[in-house]
């Protein structure tokens, strides 16, 4: 597929509208640039097959120039960008040669459109946002089941003009790259990915090369949740809902919280060292993301036959309801749990050495998802977090210190530090955590840790945390726990290569958050 094809399929239209477009606002002075992206709209027609009868929105619309050429076809079609500017252009370029195309201010990240579409196109509005999943939610809102997703990949050209664009965004680099946009668009529940490049002559005579395609399949994606009630369960869940998912929730309230879920989501209140069978045949879940489990490491120790009870036998309950189905599995492990003492940032590859049950049970889990790969090929995957913060964690668990520092800062009372407060941590925001358990579903196979790669004394955190409350506190100290770790970080490498996932939040950004939701 070239531009001749589109050339050859649409000449009257290109003609005619290339003739009115010499003329407008936005290329009046640059009829090469106008040239290049008709024959990048016809391209997009001819793909798509946008005719008569099909419906079109296009986010981040900018001068709307593929809509008005779309609709010159019989294509319905409605366009929004965030800039008034950019729709005024766009309204006036519509008036002028007279097509009916409707275009809205609106904020991609947050838009709630009021129909639904057959094909969805995305170009700078994905690229220049901090939150990418928010506006592939906002696709996944505009579009009917079934329907297609469109979105382009930079090249070298659109980085460099468009980087003050992307830094007025918050976002460091002007566009993604092709494997983080393929991981994103998978991860918002697109299940085929393809790319279109254009000609080489294209490349030459047209203007450099800036439009690589991904084309979205099926819209909504049956996703059933273990511990959805959970802290990072039901941020997973909060997701999963608002792109559009059919989400069951499976849980029995140990630890999780009903208050934390949402309504749209099916319950299953069970536990998961039950025959989970039935409920695996009634949800049909392309996705499973095991995330309940026994993560006290005191629990484990006081009785580490109940930990292996939930941990291990647990998890192959799951994967037996999983295998039945071809579910696609995505296993949350841990981090410090597993490596013990890391002298320097543990590798997926770094001995494990777990110094508590815990650790041991989760490692069981993992090599029974190892065999049921090889025995299966089923490809499931498995994240080692480290230690996760955010809104809704349980200030009762051990694991939860952030959540305990800010509850007893907001009750006016002296958090505790355990010995010296030397020793560190990996601290990774919830919401991170989310993007790379989403991100795991667009992968087949590997073990992942899931952290920041960066070490915080607990000193350090409870000066952050101090600051961030804006009090004036001083901690108590008691001695040291037995057997607690005096050094745990991951490193990320591998999540940044092949998962194409990196943390978004800052300790001091993810710790304000936390904060604005435990005062209230």
Request: net charge negative.
């Amino acid at each position: 597929m070239d531009t001749k094809d589109a050339e050859r399929a649409y000449p009257e239209t290109l003609d005619e509208t290339h003739r009115n477009w010499l003329h407008s606002k936005p290329f009046r002075n640059d009829p090469a640039e106008t040239s290049r992206l008709l024959v990048d709209a016809a391209l997009i027609i001819l793909v798509l097959d946008l005719r008569d009868g099909v419906s079109l929105c296009e986010l981040g619309c900018g001068t709307g120039w593929v809509s008005r050429v779309a609709a010159r076809q019989g294509v319905r079609a409605v366009g929004y960008d965030i800039s008034p500017g950019m729709v005024e252009i766009a309204r006036e370029e519509a008036a002028r040669e007279g097509v009916d195309v409707r275009y809205e201010v609106a904020d991609m990240e947050t838009l709630e459109p009021e129909e639904q579409f057959d094909t969805c196109l995305l170009y700078d509005a994905l690229h220049h946002s901090a939150r990418p999943e928010l506006v592939l939610a906002t696709a996944r809102r505009a579009l009917r089941p079934g329907g297609r997703l469109l979105v382009h990949e930079p090249n070298w050209m659109h980085r460099f003009t468009g980087r003050a664009a992307a830094q007025e965004h918050g976002v460091t680099e002007a566009g993604y790259s092709a494997r983080r946009l393929k991981q994103l668009v998978r991860g918002a529940g697109f299940a085929e990915v393809h790319r279109l490049h254009r000609s080489r002559r294209a490349l030459f005579t047209n203007g450099p090369l800036d439009v690589a395609r991904h084309f979205g399949g099926p819209l909504v994606t049956r996703a059933l949740v273990t511990g959805g009630a959970g802290f990072i369960g039901s941020h997973l869940v909060d997701t999963l809902l608002a792109r559009g998912d059919e989400v069951t929730v499976v849980d029995n309230f140990a630890t999780g919280k009903r208050e934390n879920l949402r309504a749209g989501a099916a319950l299953a209140e069970r536990d998961i060292r039950e025959n989970l069978g039935d409920v695996f045949d009634d949800a049909r879940p392309e996705l499973c993301f095991h995330l309940a489990a026994q993560a006290d490491v005191r629990v484990s120790v006081a009785d580490p036959e109940f930990d292996a009870q939930v941990n291990a036998i647990g998890t192959v309950r799951v994967l037996e309801g999983a295998r039945r189905h071809g579910t696609h599995l995505v296993f949350s492990s841990t981090g410090g749990a597993i490596y013990g003492e890391s002298p320097e940032p543990a590798t997926e590859e770094s001995a494990r050495q777990p110094l508590s049950p815990y650790g041991t049970s989760k490692l069981a889990a993992e090599e029974y998802i190892r065999t049921y790969n090889r025995l299966y090929e089923s490809g499931h995957v498995a994240l080692r977090f480290g230690n996760v913060y955010g809104p809704r964690q349980d200030p009762h668990g051990e694991a939860g210190v952030v959540a305990i520092f800010f509850n007893r800062l907001k009750a006016g009372e002296a958090p505790r530090i355990f010995g010296d407060g030397r020793q560190t941590r990996d601290y990774v925001f919830v919401g991170d955590v989310v993007d790379a358990t989403l991100a795991g579903a667009g992968v087949r196979g590997g073990v992942f840790n899931v952290g920041t790669g960066r070490e915080t004394s607990v000193v350090e955190l409870f000066d952050a945390c101090r600051t961030v409350a804006g009090v004036d506190v001083e901690p108590e100290y008691a001695p040291a726990r037995l057997g607690e770790l005096q050094r745990s970080v991951l490193a990320i490498d591998r999540a940044i290569d092949e998962l194409a996932w990196r943390p978004r939040r800052s300790l001091d950004e993810g710790l304000a958050e936390t904060w604005d939701w435990v005062r209230g």
